[in-house]
């Protein structure tokens, strides 16, 4: 054989090579569930391998790799033993001798999972002539078809033969295996990186439930003649990449060893933190595979409903698993000429099929480094200034608004009559519907605690990536968007925001020097007030109120550029407290303003898009972007 792996899949069946006793009550349920009883007075499963001089090399087979001892047990079995020639069950016993002298377990052996066990199954299994075509399971838990001539297209030239622990088929010729998406990536060496990274996760537990108890030892310990392994993966299930499960239907685009390479070298500058990260160079390297990783896997399964075909489009196993996300993770027109399907190499598997990329057809722009938002009420994200003794004393109102389906608002203008000259209000009513425009119908409202104070509030944007450059918008509503009937708002609600905005970088050195006030990258140990106000970025000119000050339309929902591309230095992705890239937003209105402005901040979320270029970040349109207005 080409390369033999050694294969960390679900292990279903592990057998103890072990003197028995007689069956219990406890064997007899585990195991007898076929159709007909065996005969405890036939030839056992080895008896009849034994008497049978075409089954000759098969049997060499058996004894090297100790399962001779396993069909000369009470266990009960069925077994469709293959004439095979002396040459190919040579070839089996070195590969199996190969990898126990490399000190792989007899349950992660090759030729015991591909070849010795794929001709095997619990239960009495026969056929007859009033069986349906099905599928049955074998001990490497693989299900194959089962007919009343062959199994998995293999004629029987033996069927039906009792034996005192099971029942005996002989087959003219191997089982095929029949690799699931897992298996086949370990199998070629040209995609050893992506394999090797998924084996790093692999965890054996003891299913105690389903594995049959012998009884005690010596020490008091439960000793297992039937010991059911079951195989976790951590990473495949933090992905819904469950490439390794028989029952499961996968596409999985498999990077070759070049690519994965090159892409690591592309990922890596996202994952650069600062030095106080424990273990950061570790974060780095990990989170850099488990980004390629994270795109790899398409579920055939929802890819083909009555509502959706993967002609059409197609959705990784990360589509819209998180909130805070704008829905990516979804491929238009995968088998057009522009399409991540079109032209690969694909290989047919188990549980679905591996297509082969060698040019790195996933964008980390639709997997990973893609636009986030925060909810503006997100008590994590936020706080709040306090006092200036620092006794802890809120300075600012803190209210939630809920937000109606829709509402009317009545528009007037005053006109004049041409004959008469005399003046009248002419107006209509607008249904405005706010549940296409304010996300979870909700907006934080921010008021200082006294009337004619400044409202003010800080944001840190959570996992951003270093070495990109970022927009940042924050949607801003009116006060009209709170009331049910915009007729009982208070004037004063109806006025624009005229507000700044501090930027704040946390740096890997804290300053030393305190008078350096116009530099925007302030260190975390440094107090937030401090940073300078950000101009108007070119792209918010309809926000604009000079040349540092922001506002907002009156009576609408603005999203508002309140920084545009800004270059980041480190990234803050995965952590919980780490956060790099800080936001002050303060209302700048004197009190003899008031009529002229309303001093309440009103957001309903910020949005984060990273960019790789600064070009690409001041080119960007947002309003061309429908996913972002909702």
Partial sequence: MKKYSNYFSALLAGVALLGLPACSDTWDEHYNGGDIASTVDA??????????????????????????????????????????????????????????????????????????????????????????????????????????????????????????????????????????????????????????????????????????QMGLDSLG?????????????????????????????????????EVWKRQYEQFNKYFNYISTVNHRDSMQVLNTRRAIFRGLTFNNRTNNTTKRHETDSVTNTQYVNFTGFYGLNMF???????????????????????????????????????????????????????????????????????????TLVWHNQLVTDEETGFEYLEGSYETIRWNEQIKNKSFLEIASITTTGNAEIYYELPSTFSGVYYNVYAVMCPAIAGFTDADFANPQDTLPTRFQVYYMERLDKPRTRKNNADNPNEDVNYPASWGTALDVPAQAEQYKDGGKYFKTIPNKVCIVPIDIARPTTFSSFGLTDEYTMRYRIITSVRSSQLKTWTNKLRINRLIYIPFDTEEEAKNFDLSDLNDYQN
Avoid at 229 to 257: V, W
Avoid at 371 to 390: F, L, S
Wanted: with cysteine.
């Fill in 332 to 406: 238009e027109r995968p088998w057009d000429a522009e399409g991540i399907y079109n032209g690969l190499d694909t290989a047919g598997c188990s549980n679905g099929r591996v297509m082969k990329d060698t040019e790195g057809r996933i964008d980390p722009r639709k997997t990973l480094t893609y636009a986030r938002y925060i909810m503006a009420n997100r008590g994590n994200y936020y706080w709040i200034p306090q006092d200036e003794k620092g006794q802890g004393v809120q300075q600012q109102n803190i209210t939630t608004r809920a937000v109606p389906d829709s």
């Fill in 221 to 257: 310990l439960t000793v297992y003649a039937d010991s059911v392994m079951d195989l976790s993966n951590e990473l495949l299930g933090q992905f819904g990449a469950y490439i390794h499960r028989e029952d499961s239907s996968y596409t999985f685009m498999a990077p070759t060893n």
């Fill in 43 to 212: 030839p056992s499963l080895l008896a009849q391998v034994e008497s049978d001089a075409s089954l000759a090399n098969y049997l060499k087979v058996l004894r090297a790799t100790g399962y001779d001892k396993v069909l000369g047990s009470p266990q009960t079995l069925t077994i469709w033993a293959p004439v095979i020639s002396e040459a190919r069950a040579n070839e089996l016993i070195a590969a199996y001798q190969a990898e126990k002298a490399q000190g792989i377990k007899d349950e992660d052996n090759t030729i015991i999972k591909q070849f010795v066990r794929n001709h095997m199954a619990l239960y009495n299994n026969s056929v007859s002539k009033s069986l349906r075509d099905t599928t049955i399971k074998m001990l490497n838990g693989k299900y194959l078809d089962l007919t009343k001539t062959a199994i998995d297209g293999k004629n029987f030239l033996v069927s039906n033969s009792p034996a005192s622990n099971g029942i005996f088929y002989k087959v003219g010729e191997e089982v095929t295996f029949h690799p699931n998406i897992r298996e086949y990536l370990e199998l070629h060496e040209e995609f050893d990186s992506v394999a090797s990274f998924i084996k790093a996760y692999d965890k054996y537990e003891l299913n105690e439930n389903q594995s049959v």
